[in-house]
């Protein structure tokens, strides 16, 4: 405050950096959040009318409406079971002369498989975008997620890390980090010469400066996350646990369960709810039965059996850093009891 910078200034720069980074990409672009990180890079690739994005249904409707904000068609794939992430086969099975990108969710913090899209891409000639809203320092091996695509990621207060709002574009591509910079602020290379259509998707200087305080405590909250995740691995016998794949470390944004075939889910949550425990359901409507896509055509026959049968069954319980000893036992005891 006292520098007298209120929009974006040298913090930001040295956010940029210094997430980037962290997670071993070349350019880091913030932006005012993470639905505007995820347009920035839609525009920045020149996605539009007549190109599809191929996306998973189970994800944060943000993952769609960039999509469907630069006029372009999103075609919905279905995923795992176990991870939740959109399956590359059903990916694949999508493809149309139209595809222009695909973008896998890490969801709930855990990679996507990113070899197998990476991959896919490379033998039909897509964009790989990611959207990494929820996985800040999630890897497959030593590499982390934002390398393999053009990678959004947000900084909403529910996720690992916050700037109150904000988002950030990796890439390893100068000049789509070029671009990016230009459809942030106005479309302008040289001040008020406009090359092209941009907008206003600035971070200011204060959210940055609180970003790089907390991008300092992610590695040790990150730890914490997963010593929560393992501990109700071990001890949870009456829910399906998360499934982590080998040699991929998942963040935790969330630690989601299913509820076995044939339980109420939410007759579950309700009582887990009504014992004090903080239980939310991520996502109880896949995004093409949500109402907007109603009246757009050919999403009403879509069919997603595991997206379907996920979002009947899953719920999230907390996981965060500041649960205490006391509190993981009571979580641990009460969903225990629950179903
Ligand atoms: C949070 C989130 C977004 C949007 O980020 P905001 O900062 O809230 O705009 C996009 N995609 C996913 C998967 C998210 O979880």
Redesign the pocket.
């Known amino acids: 405050l006292t520098s007298g910078t209120l929009t974006s200034g040298p913090k930001v720069v040295e956010f940029e950096k210094a997430f980037a980074a962290q997670h071993g990409a070349k350019h880091g672009v913030a932006t005012s959040?993470?639905?505007?990180?995820?347009m920035a890079a839609m525009m920045a690739h020149g996605i539009g009318p007549g190109d599809e994005v191929i996306i998973p249904s189970f994800?944060?409707f943000?993952?769609a409406s960039c999509v469907l904000s630069v006029g372009a068609r999103p075609v919905f794939a279905d995923i795992y079971p176990d991870t939740f992430n959109m399956n590359p086969a059903a990916a694949e099975a999508v493809i149309t002369p139209r595809t222009k990108a695909i973008m896998p969710?890490h969801?709930y913090g855990q990679p996507a498989e990113m070899p197998a899209f990476e991959a896919l891409c490379q033998k039909h000639g897509l964009v790989l975008l990611e959207?990494s809203?929820?996985a800040h320092l999630a890897a497959i091996g030593d590499r982390h997620v934002g390398t393999w695509g053009t990678a959004?990621f947000?900084?909403?207060p529910?996720?690992n890390m916050t700037t109150t709002?904000?988002?950030m574009v990796l890439t390893n591509d100068d000049e789509i980090a070029r671009k990016l910079r230009m459809i942030r602020a106005q479309g302008m290379n040289t001040q008020y010469y406009h090359e092209v259509v941009g907008y206003n998707f600035r971070m200011t200087d204060m959210a940055a400066a609180i970003g790089l305080v907390q991008m300092g405590r992610l590695p040790q909250w990150t730890c914490d996350r997963v010593g929560n995740a393992t501990l109700f691995n071990s001890k949870l016998e009456s829910v399906r646990t998360p499934v982590n794949r080998d040699g991929y470390t998942h963040v935790y944004?969330q630690y989601t369960v299913r509820v076995p075939d044939g339980v109420d889910r939410e007759a579950v949550t309700k009582r887990l709810n009504e014992r004090g425990i903080g239980v939310r359901v991520y996502y109880p409507l896949p995004i093409h039965r949500q109402p907007v896509f109603q009246n757009m055509g050919g999403y009403d026959k879509l069919d997603l059996p595991e997206t379907e049968k996920a979002t009947a069954q899953v719920f999230s319980l907390p996981v965060h850093p500041a649960l205490t000893d006391e509190e993981k036992q009571y979580i641990i005891e009460e969903v225990n009891a629950s179903c």
Do not use: M, R
């Open positions: 959040n993470g639905t505007t990180a995820l994800s944060f943000a993952t969710v969801l959207d809203a929820q959004s947000s900084f909403y529910t996720k709002e904000g988002g944004h």
